[in-house]
Antibody, heavy 122, light 109 residues
Framework: EVQLVESGGGLVQPGGSLRLSCAAS????????MSWVRQAPGKGLEWVAN????????YYVDSVKGRFTISRDNAKNSLYLQMNSLRAEDTAVYYC???????????????WGQGTLVTVSS | EIVLTQSPATLSLSPGERATLSCRAS??????LAWYQQKPGQAPRLLIY???NRATGIPARFSGSGSGTDFTLTISSLEPEDFAVYYC???????????FGQGTKVEIK
């Protein structure tokens, strides 16, 4: 059974940092592009970042470029999101999501974690 | 940036009725469009990909159609578990990533 379990969310002050983790199981993690998708309270979905199977390609939504870094450790079946210089508008539930296709890329998301809440507030 | 506009914002229907949800793109996305369902407190679930293909395990009452800029998600006969928020997502200009519509809430009338 495919499972994605996020952790690391919490309350942080504006300008602070946080590192999210996503533990994957039930599939060959190293074969899939992985993404972070967020959802502000009561709002819609926003793709944040993604990373290729071997970590050689990474992409970000404009609003987080230069502040967030996505990474992965295939030996540990884990995905990460390092978030620096956090702003109030980064407050959201952050989901880890798997690409639908192995090896290639579909850029659709067929498995999601339960999400972890990040609150940026003083 | 490709913008997806979903309509209506809210759809009030009764169980057994047919639901028709629309997603319009600001420019052509070919057939690179997906639909997701999200229930309160849950993660989204992939329903339809590449405009008309049902994802694994999705019931046949869900169907998708369209290409270019206009897309439709149809639920042929609403079941109680179908009342939720539905999002469309395009991947036409990948990389970097896809963009989502703002969502349509299907509520019980």
């Amino acid at each position: 059974e495919v499972q994605l379990v996020e952790s690391g969310g919490g309350l942080v002050q504006p300008g602070g940092s946080l590192r999210l983790s996503c533990a994957a199981s039930g599939f060959t993690f190293s074969s899939y592009w992985m993404s972070w998708v967020r959802q502000a309270p009561g709002k819609g979905l926003e793709w944040v970042a993604n990373i290729k199977q071997d970590g050689s390609e990474k992409y970000y939504v404009d609003s987080v470029k230069g502040r967030f870094t996505i990474s992965r450790d295939n030996a540990k079946n884990s995905l990460y999101l390092q978030m620096n210089s956090l702003r109030a508008e980064d407050t959201a539930v952050y989901y880890c999501a798997r690409d639908q296709e192995a090896i290639a890329v579909a850029a659709y998301f067929d498995y999601w974690g339960q999400g972890t809440l990040v609150t940026v507030s003083s | 940036e490709i913008v997806l506009t979903q309509s209506p914002a809210t759809l009030s229907l009764s169980p057994g009725e047919r639901a028709t949800l629309s997603c319009r793109a600001s420019q052509s996305v070919s057939s690179y469009l997906a639909w997701y369902q999200q229930k309160p407190g849950q993660a989204p679930r992939l329903l339809i990909y590449d405009a008309s293909n049902r994802a694994t395990g999705i019931p046949a009452r869900f169907s998708g159609s369209g290409s270019g800029t206009d897309f439709t998600l149809t639920i042929s006969s609403l079941e109680p578990e179908d009342f939720a928020v539905y999002y469309c997502q395009q991947r036409s200009n990948w990389p970097p990533g896809g963009t989502f519509g703002q969502g349509t809430k299907v509520e019980i009338k």
